[in-house]
């Protein structure tokens, strides 16, 4: 019997992975590098963007299609409901938006340590190394770091209190919870939107 790998999710990772690294060997042999010629800078940055695809994918997906969606399933009384996004899709997700997070922002800092540059980019250049990376790389390294920050430690809190994960205290706990999620989701998205520019900005340019 054969598998396909596109029956599962790990199906899908271990292919895209496989096409990858075969593909990455094509281009190594065709530039006269070895078969495996290594570059973990490359690599780490690889990391960085495929998590942060999934990261920023996701937080763009409950912003504009998810809480909107649900809205409009409360307001339909002669719907299905949203009981099926909440129990099923929810959890799912929220645990790849989470983990997409910390992984997006432990490979984005690894780079930047392998780089020699994480303290002039924390620092927006203020501590040395090329003010034209350091400064809107750093610019956009902080809007990470406190999305990161919103997403566990404001959101998943309060996202657990609404799945029912963690106690609350009562309607009005619930109530205040599900605006916050709201709120800080919100938030999120519209912090997201510099933070790409400014970080394709670092190596490539402010496009205003």
């Known amino acids: ?21 075969v593909l990455a060997m094509i281009v190594n042999l065709a530039g006269g590098n070895g078969l495996l010629a290594f570059d973990e800078l490359a690599f780490v940055r690889w990391v960085h963007i495929v998590a942060g695809i999934i990261w920023v994918g996701l937080l763009y997906y409950f912003n504009f299609v998810q809480m909107p969606a649900v809205a409009a399933a409360t307001a339909d009384q002669g719907g299905p409901g949203p009981a099926a996004i909440g129990k099923y899709i929810l959890p799912r ?46 610019i956009g390294v902080w809007l990470g770091t406190v999305l990161l920050i919103n997403v566990w430690f404001v959101l998943w809190p309060n996202q657990k209190k609404l799945m029912g994960l963690a106690p609350s205290q009562g309607e009005a706990d619930l109530a205040k919870a599900k605006k916050t999620v709201a709120s800080v989701a919100r938030i999120n998205a519209v912090l997201s939107i510099p933070m790409l520019m400014f970080m394709v900005a670092a190596p490539h340019g402010i496009p205003l």
């Open 1 to 21: 019997m054969r598998m396909n790998p596109l029956a599962s999710i790990k199906g899908v990772w271990i292919a895209g992975l496989l096409v990858s690294v």
């Open 93 to 138: 997700a929220l645990l790849w938006f989470r983990w997409a997070s910390l992984v997006t922002w432990g490979a984005g800092a690894w780079y930047l340590v392998q780089n020699d540059s994480l303290l002039d980019v924390f620092t927006l250049g203020l501590t040395g190394g090329d003010p034209d990376y350091a400064l809107p790389m750093g």
